[in-house]
DNA sequence: CTGAAAGCGCTTACAG
DNA sequence: CTGAAAGCGCTTACAG
């Protein structure tokens, strides 16, 4: 249970604390005789450092805290926040911070998980999912924490931020299916009060009039980052423009309902209507069709955003990063591609 | 960014260290006059506990550790661990506990996980999605840490554990196959290397027999609790025994799935092929048509492991704990019942 | 390259 | 009911 100290190790050794101290924390200058007998006495004790000792003079904790701030249900359908979540882990798991989750779905809980992050427990703040004008990243920033968002942040707030080339995936995906010959293409958008869902639309809109076409709003319908918001909101098309013949939905899970839908109205994919997701989550390899979609990494977003997270606490600056990853579309049967195996 | 200390605190009310610290800590035997000015000086100042001096003396964390062991991809499609994650993180956060996630996917990372959670960086830990003979609980708690696990353990692990109903549960699902005049049965069972796998088998089984029927093992497929995996395994069956008329799955995500291939081949549900699901999770709700579900409350099972390893810590005893939580067959139109409002 | 010593911010017997 | 004091296990100038 209690576990050996470093005066254990400094007496097991024949050195001092300090030495052995300098030896757990990788100092340079250390003669080699007595790291090697340092070393040999933390084995043989199985000498673990005390984080809360080391922390109290460091002013470091270690961990890091990660908020996934979604109020919806989304958060237990879509496979984005596992995967993210997943990346996030490694990128700390390699630095040896623990990561510290907090899951926010009201404004209590909010309130309670800035009080929290605030309160010098954790050494920065991964935020994701952010809704609307979520305060929350300026908040800590101005409360001296650091802080990187998943995803475009909220207008107005200078924080750093990873995110993926939404407008860019958005566009390869329309610019797709306008090369297939479609001319009604419509678009089942996500959750509008979050930017990722806005800027899809965006790249949905400019690549429809890039090719010299007229957007209209009736191709338009929100599913709300669902799967039945997505089947519901392909139904609303259907019956608003019959003659849809493409859908570039904003997410795999709204595609997939997108599908469920089609199918219901006894239309064919890609035959009638070609449908392009975008994630290529997991899930775009298990509708039928497989679904074309634009892919993003979600482990390498959780990665980089550990990654400037870290690099923003190592250089205590307060300089606002940004990264931006690049998406690629995938083309599947869902648009006509060939067949895929099922893993 | 430094928040005040005690002394300050102790300062600005007139008073000693000590008595802050009583005050903070809730200790009975306080003046009220004195418990006053401090709490008007915390407040001014905005005091907040330093978590790891807090730690150094207590040789309390005030965080647990959280091990999702799942090796496969399940944890990206299936609702469950967010929503067990959900309510873990609320029953933790009443108690002001900072959950720490761990994900291990691979032996190696379980090596590093279980390096970590011996080391004394957390009070207890909670582990769940466990596979096969995992020996990480017996191994926590041989080195003294406080230990749960959701779902059954392994065979011969002594530990605290919350659990469904999963036989009984299974049970009802059947019975209910059963009175609507289903005579050819299937199951698509989950990783049979996972107890609640094994278990709702059993409980099909038994409730086969209890009917004075056969069982018979080509009307048993894996389904391996993914979405795809649901969908083969239906395609196998139907293959194997065209005659089915009612499918009994071990999660909703394999009904789904199941669904799906019902789908493809023709069938009609519930009228050719009833099908039950088990979970009753958000994606009861989105099938088409809505599935019959066994209910279980993943959120109180999450909250349940935070009460269970709380009290267990408090208590500070090695008595070894056992939650069985009821589940409640749950009918929708996958088996006749009435429509169900989409929400 | 190494050690003695101060100090991080708390809690908690102990004495009153 | 309250305060003075010891001590939790580390790190890190400082001096050598």
Redesign the interface.
């Known amino acids: 249970?209690s576990?050996p100290t470093l005066e254990a190790v400094a007496r097991a050794a024949g050195v001092s604390r300090a030495t052995v101290s300098r030896v757990v924390n990788g100092s340079p200058k250390i003669k080699t005789e007595s790291r090697r007998s340092v070393e040999r006495a933390i084995a043989e004790l199985g000498y673990?450092p005390?984080?809360?000792?080391r922390?109290?003079v460091t002013r470091r904790?270690e961990?890091i805290g990660?908020v996934i701030a979604e109020p919806t249900?989304r958060?237990?359908?879509d496979?984005y926040?596992?995967?993210v979540?997943?990346g996030i882990?490694v990128g700390l798991?390699a630095r040896e911070q623990?990561?510290?989750?907090?899951?926010s779905?009201s404004p209590e809980?909010e309130r309670?998980a800035a009080?929290?992050l605030t309160?010098?427990?954790v050494d920065g703040v991964i935020l994701f999912s952010l809704h609307g004008d979520d305060p929350l990243p300026e908040h800590l920033k101005s409360?001296?924490v650091p802080v990187v968002v998943g995803g475009e942040p909220p207008h107005g707030a200078r924080v750093s931020y990873v995110d993926i080339d939404n407008i860019g995936g958005a566009i390869s995906a329309v610019n797709h299916l306008i090369s297939l010959g479609r001319t009604r293409i419509a678009t089942i958008t996500g959750t509008l009060d979050m930017p990722a869902a806005v800027t899809r639309r965006r790249g949905y809109r400019e690549a429809i009039r890039a090719a010299g076409r007229t957007t209209d709003t009736n191709l338009e319908e929100s599913g709300g980052f669902?799967?039945?918001g997505g089947?519901?909101a392909m139904e609303i098309l259907l019956q608003r423009c019959p003659d849809i013949d493409a859908v570039f939905a904003a997410s795999d899970l709204m595609a997939a309902?997108a599908l469920?839908a089609l199918?219901?109205a006894g239309r064919t994919v890609p035959e009638d209507v070609a449908v392009v997701g975008f994630d290529d989550?997991?899930?775009a390899?298990?509708t039928?069709p497989a679904l074309s979609s634009v892919r993003q990494s979600m482990e390498v977003t959780g990665r980089e955003l550990a990654n400037v997270l870290l690099q923003t606490i190592d250089a205590r600056d307060q300089i606002v990063r940004h990264v931006i990853l690049e998406t690629e579309l995938i083309v599947r049967q869902s648009t006509g591609g060939p067949p895929t195996r099922?893993?």
Chains 1, 2 share one sequence.
């Open positions: 249970m576990n673990v005390n984080r809360a000792a922390a109290l904790n961990s990660v249900g958060i237990f359908g496979p926040f596992a995967e979540l997943r882990s798991a623990a990561l510290v989750l907090v899951m779905q809980e309670r009080r929290y309160g010098g427990h409360h001296g669902s799967r039945e089947q519901h309902g469920s199918y219901a989550s997991i899930i390899l298990s039928q099922k893993s």
